[in-house]
């Protein structure tokens, strides 16, 4: 089946630096991934839509300068938290479609992104 | 009011009990209904999927959608401690966008 890997599965960094968490469709090409927030005990929060080749979809109130995604190829998308801050610290979630998947949006294993 | 609603619980169940799970949905639109099972420190997993109305059952799973009702609901039978996670509603319409409930907190104890 469809397995989306997402690296790394846990950070941790200092206020004001940048981190990148990756996500990879490895057995099928994905011209749309999506990237969620999670806090503890709420539901998935969608924060934008990557498309191969285009700019993101923001949704309202996420932060485009500090949230950059890149989707580069068909497989790959990458979320850079900018300069983090402890508000930050999240559980961080990509999930890719396959072609003609209607109900099988494919979860990464999630970033556990703390910012001390 | 929320586009999906689901009770947070925790829940906790004796092993071998039978366990239901919920969800309301206030968009009529929803077409696409699944349940997700996430563990701990992980990403969800799809469990069981559905379109429109009706039911369907995957071994000791079973998932139903009453349009009419605005209502989900997933029933785990003869639950096992190893079913202990949260379990995610989620429904899209013809979009993209998949609209997720909280997650409900299941332990089931040995």
């Known amino acids: 089946g469809a397995v989306v890997s997402q690296h790394p599965s846990w950070v941790i960094c200092k206020s004001g630096t940048s981190v990148k968490i990756e996500c990879r469709s490895l057995?099928?090409?994905?011209?749309?991934m999506f990237w969620y927030r999670q806090f503890p005990k709420q539901s998935l929060m969608l924060m934008a839509t990557?498309?191969?080749?285009?700019?993101?979809?923001?949704e309202q109130g996420v932060e485009k300068d500090k949230f950059l995604i890149n989707h580069a190829s068909l497989t790959l998308s990458t979320l850079t938290v900018t300069s983090a801050h402890p508000e930050d610290s999240s559980f961080y979630i990509c999930?890719?479609?396959?072609?003609?998947?209607?109900?099988?949006?494919?979860f990464g294993s999630g970033t556990r992104l703390t910012v001390v | 009011q929320k586009e999906v609603e689901q009770d947070p619980g925790p829940l906790s169940v004796p092993e071998g009990a039978i366990v239901s799970l919920n969800c309301t949905y206030s968009?009529?639109?929803?077409?696409?209904f699944m349940w997700y099972r996430q563990y701990s420190r992980k990403g969800p997993e799809l469990l069981m999927y559905?379109?429109?109305?009706g039911n369907k059952e995957d071994g000791r799973f079973t998932a139903q959608v009453d349009k009419s009702s605005k209502y989900i609901s997933l029933f785990i039978r003869d639950s096992q401690p190893s079913d202990s996670a949260t379990y995610l509603c989620?429904?899209?319409?013809?979009?993209?966008?998949?609209?997720f409930g909280t997650g409900t907190s299941l332990t089931v104890i040995p």
């Open positions: 989620a429904m899209r319409g013809t979009g993209n966008q998949f609209y």
């Open positions: 559905t379109y429109s109305s």
């Open positions: 990557s498309n191969e080749g285009s700019k993101a979809t923001y």
């Open positions: 057995d099928f090409q994905a011209t749309t």
């Open positions: 968009n009529s639109a929803f077409q696409y």
């Open positions: 999930s890719a479609r396959e072609v003609d998947r209607l109900y099988g949006y494919t």
